[in-house]
T-cell receptor, first 113, second 111 residues
Framework: NAGVTQTPKFQVLKTGQSMTLQCAQD?????MSWYRQDPGMGLRLIHYSVGAGITDQGEVPNGYNVSRSTTEDFPLRLLSAAPSQTSVYFC????????????FGPGTRLLVL | GQQVMQIPQYQHVQEGEDFTTYCNSSTTLSNIQWYKQRPGGHPVFLIQLVKSGEVKKQKRLTFQFGEAKKNSSLHITATQTTDVGTYFC???????????FGKGTKLTVNP
C-alpha cells in the first residue's frame, strides 16, 4: 500500500493563478481531510469529507474548494491564489467514525508570490 | 468553537533530560490523540486516549488523559536525539469526527 500520496511536493504560483493539489489514498478510507500548516499555528482544518459526494468546511475554508467524486481521491483547488495561502498542505485519511487514526500524506509546499 | 491549547510552544533540553508537553481543551473531549512530526516530515500517529484518567506508556513516552477529559500530557523520560520534532495533541468532541489540533510543542535535544 502506498498510503496517502500528494502531488506536487512543491509548487510556486503567482498571485491570481489557480491550481489543484492532488491527494489519493489506497486504504479505502472514507474520511479524508485537508490541513494547512503555518509556523506557530499548528494544523488547521480546511475542508473534510466523510465519504464520496460529501464535503464540509473546516476551520479555514475561504479561498479553497474541494470535491469527492471517488473514495480514493480528494483534490484541493485554489481558484485564485493569494500570498496568504503560502503554506504547507497536508492531506489525511482515516476510517469512518470517531477516534480514528489519521494517516497523513507527505505534504505539498506552496509558495505564492 | 472547540479550542485546544498546547504548551510550551518550544522546549530545548539536554540529552538525557525529561520533557513534558501539556494540552488543554476548552471543552470536554471524547478522545485525544498525539502525533509526532519530524523536521521536514509529516505528522505520524503516536497514541490515542479515550477513557477518563487513562495512562498509556510507549517505552520512554507516557501519555495521560485528565479525569475531566479536558487535558492531556505527554512525558518523555531521558530524551534522546531521536526524540527531536514537534509533538501535537488533537482532540475531538461529542459525535464529531473532526480533530482539532493544538499548535504543537517543538522539541530540540542538545547531544
Amino acid at each position: 500500500n502506498a498510503g496517502v500520496t500528494q502531488t506536487p511536493k512543491f509548487q510556486v504560483l503567482k498571485t491570481g493563478q489557480s491550481m489543484t493539489l492532488q491527494c489519493a489514498q489506497d486504504m479505502n478510507h472514507e474520511y479524508m481531510s485537508w490541513y494547512r500548516q503555518d509556523p506557530g499555528m499548528g494544523l488547521r482544518l480546511i475542508h473534510y469529507s466523510v465519504g464520496a459526494g460529501i464535503t464540509d468546511q473546516g476551520e479555514v475554508p475561504n479561498g479553497y474548494n474541494v470535491s469527492r467524486s471517488t473514495t480514493e481521491d480528494f483534490p484541493l483547488r485554489l481558484l485564485s491564489a493569494a500570498p496568504s495561502q503560502t503554506s504547507v498542505y497536508f492531506c489525511a485519511s482515516s476510517k469512518p467514525g470517531q477516534a480514528q487514526t489519521q494517516y497523513f500524506g507527505p505534504g505539498t509546499r506552496l509558495l505564492v508570490l | 468553537g472547540q479550542q485546544v491549547m498546547q504548551i510550551p510552544q518550544y522546549q530545548h533540553v539536554q540529552e538525557g533530560e525529561d520533557f513534558t508537553t501539556y494540552c488543554n481543551s476548552s471543552t470536554t473531549l471524547s478522545n485525544i490523540q498525539w502525533y509526532k512530526q519530524r523536521p521536514g516530515g509529516h505528522p505520524v500517529f503516536l497514541i490515542q486516549l479515550v477513557k477518563s484518567g487513562e495512562v498509556k506508556k510507549q517505552k520512554r513516552l507516557t501519555f495521560q488523559f485528565g479525569e475531566a477529559k479536558k487535558n492531556s500530557s505527554l512525558h518523555i523520560t531521558a530524551t534522546q536525539t531521536t526524540d527531536v520534532g514537534t509533538y501535537f495533541c488533537a482532540g475531538s468532541q461529542g459525535g464529531s469526527e473532526k480533530l482539532v489540533f493544538g499548535k504543537g510543542t517543538k522539541l530540540t535535544v542538545n547531544p
